[in-house]
């Protein structure tokens, strides 16, 4: 079990050294080799997930090591941007953090499932770049968990949507693959094709480039138009760090007539270094 934990954290560094070398074939392979899939399956011998299958459900037959190290995060950061604070203080409906106060994002509130710390980063980067696709049922039951109260009160949940190139080489949007169960177990409405990424994620250059390059990256398509008017929909992406790429999509839906925008993510960054991505 330790050696595997090991294994584990030194995934994200394998990850990035292989994406920059090798391309996503190689990244598979050795995700496939440390991180084998039967890590997810259910053991018929364990008791509690036999005797509890909701249980062994919200822990996705994970290990009871990574399932303790994930910090999973309730109410207890800023309302808008689920910045967990120092000491867990607990600000209440409608806390915000200092960032959020100076500068306010243009959607509402935001919740975030977990910490994005070295345990749940061990989870979503081979969700993102390894096929992993039956991990979305698991973060599916971690977001309904999380941001049940923005669902409750939304008309339509709609994916960040990936460039068409990206999508090509990995095949599905991993917020897709999230965002479209979730709106089937909450009733209501799933738009995928609403918003479009028009420009793809730029990893080089500078801090300025790199969100000019954002600011112009999404459309609302003339579907989107028709069906998100005065609508509030709930955002659903994988991974909270700047809150660039969100604001980026907010900011087309609000000039496209979105009544209200909240943002539902797997995990939060607690600062822009922590990412890693
Ligand atoms: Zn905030």
């Given at each position: 079990m330790d050696n595997r934990w090991v294994a584990l954290s030194e995934l994200p560094a394998k990850v990035k050294g292989l994406i920059a070398d090798n391309g996503r074939n190689a990244v598979r392979g050795v995700i496939d080799a440390i991180y084998p899939a039967?890590?997810?399956?259910?053991?018929?011998?364990?008791?509690?997930?036999?005797?509890?299958?909701?249980?062994?459900m919200m822990l996705g037959g994970l290990?009871?090591?990574?399932?303790?190290?994930?910090?999973?995060?309730?109410?207890?950061?800023?309302?808008?941007?689920?910045?967990?604070?120092?000491?867990?203080?607990?600000?209440?409906?409608?806390?915000?953090?200092?960032?959020?106060?100076?500068?306010?994002f243009p959607f509402t509130r935001t919740r975030a499932a977990c910490l994005y710390g070295e345990a749940s980063k061990s989870l979503i980067l081979p969700f993102k770049h390894a096929d992993r696709t039956d991990m979305a049922p698991m973060f599916?039951?971690?977001?309904?968990?999380?941001?049940?109260?923005?669902?409750?009160?939304?008309?339509?949940?709609?994916?960040?949507?990936?460039?068409?190139?990206?999508?090509?080489?990995?095949?599905?949007?991993?917020?897709?693959?999230?965002?479209?169960?979730?709106?089937?177990?909450?009733?209501?409405?799933?738009?995928?094709?609403?918003?479009?990424?028009?420009?793809?994620?730029?990893?080089?250059?500078?801090?300025?480039?790199?969100?000019?390059?954002?600011?112009a990256a999404f459309m609302v398509t003339l579907a989107g138009a028709r069906r998100l008017r005065g609508r509030h929909v709930v955002l659903v992406d994988d991974v909270f760090t700047t809150g660039a790429t969100v604001r980026a999509c907010s900011k087309v839906l609000i000039a496209a007539g979105v009544r209200q925008i909240d943002v539902a993510v797997i995990a939060r960054a607690a600062s822009e270094a922590d990412a890693g991505l």
């Open positions: 039967q890590m997810l399956d259910r053991d018929p011998h364990d008791p509690v997930n036999y005797a509890a299958p909701n249980e062994a290990s009871a090591d990574t399932w303790g190290q994930i910090r999973f995060l309730s109410d207890e950061g800023c309302d808008m941007c689920a910045r967990p604070l120092a000491g867990g203080i607990y600000l209440g409906a409608g806390g915000r953090c200092e960032g959020c106060t100076l500068k306010p599916t039951q971690w977001i309904g968990r999380a941001a049940a109260e923005l669902i409750a009160d939304c008309d339509i949940i709609v994916p960040v949507p990936l460039h068409w190139s990206r999508l090509w080489s990995r095949r599905y949007n991993q917020a897709a693959e999230i965002a479209r169960p979730l709106a089937r177990q909450y009733d209501k409405d799933y738009l995928a094709d609403g918003l479009r990424r028009v420009r793809p994620t730029i990893r080089q250059g500078s801090k300025v480039e790199r969100e000019r390059n954002l600011k």
